[in-house]
T-cell receptor, first 112, second 116 residues
Framework: DQQVKQNSPSLSVQEGRISILNCDYT??????FLWYKKYPAEGPTFLIS?????DKNEDGRFTVFLNKSAKHLSLHIVPSQPGDSAVYFC???????????FGEGTQLTVNP | EPEVTQTPSHQVTQMGQEVILRCVPI?????FYWYRQILGQKVEFLVS????????KSEIFDDQFSVERPDGSNFTLKIRSTKLEDSAMYFC??????????????FGPGTRLLVL
């Protein structure tokens, strides 16, 4: 099941710089997209989301961009902080109450 | 801030034994979910539950699995006869599925199940 794919298993950036995490999907029925952050031995923590009717959503240092024609979304973190170091999962759903389909995750490391 | 809680945090069991994983969803939420993550793999959907019945289940969720909402607060996942391959982190999630199409699922901290 490769409906949601995160091609970069890891990303390393310097503190203060921008982190860009990418996610691609194949299912055109997905209409809601979410990013979760996960620390080892903890559950996924909701970060930010975007509906398919939008192309951008911003919350503080976090911005998610959606390109429906390319079936691609990205998460921008500016400025990156060492506390942002975690695994970031992209997830998608087909509507209210339906299952989330997750990507493989990207390990972000922010170096001081 | 309301959160999803799960017990136990860790469970070790012998192959063939029954286990029950427990979850307390966020109190005003209506949809409940179980997911699992086998070490090194993706987070996978198991089952969703709404209005006291299963609304959707994956191919993983076979006859060995069952879910129940025994009272107004708990949501449980039972594995009747555990296999080695059931070893994973199991996450409970809940959401407030109102009329809006965007509905965020909030996850608990997980139960690490080890089948020996």
């Amino acid at each position: 099941d490769q409906q949601v794919k995160q091609n970069s298993p890891s990303l390393s950036v310097q503190e203060g710089r921008i982190s860009i995490l990418n996610c691609d999907y194949t299912n055109s029925m997905f209409d809601y997209f979410l990013w979760y952050k996960k620390y080892p031995a903890e559950g996924p923590t909701f970060l930010i989301s975007i509906s398919s009717i939008k192309d951008k959503n911003e919350d503080g240092r976090f911005t998610v961009f959606l390109n429906k024609s390319a079936k691609h979304l990205s998460l921008h973190i500016v400025p990156s902080q060492p506390g942002d170091s975690a695994v970031y999962f992209c997830a998608a759903s087909e509507g209210s109450g339906s299952r989330l389909t997750f990507g493989e995750g990207t390990q972000l490391t922010v170096n001081p | 801030e309301p959160e999803v809680t799960q017990t136990p945090s860790h469970q070790v069991t012998q192959m063939g034994q029954e286990v029950i994983l427990r979850c307390v969803p966020i109190s005003n939420h209506l949809y409940f979910y179980w997911y699992r993550q086998i070490l090194g793999q993706k987070v996978e959907f198991l089952v969703s539950f709404y209005n006291n019945e299963i609304s959707e289940k994956s191919e993983i969720f076979d006859d060995q699995f069952s879910v129940e909402r025994p009272d107004g607060s708990n949501f449980t996942l039972k594995i009747r006869s555990t296999k080695l391959e059931d070893s994973a982190m199991y996450f409970c999630a809940s959401s407030d599925a109102g009329d809006k199409p965007e509905e965020t699922q909030y996850f608990g901290p997980g139960t690490r199940l080890l089948v020996l």
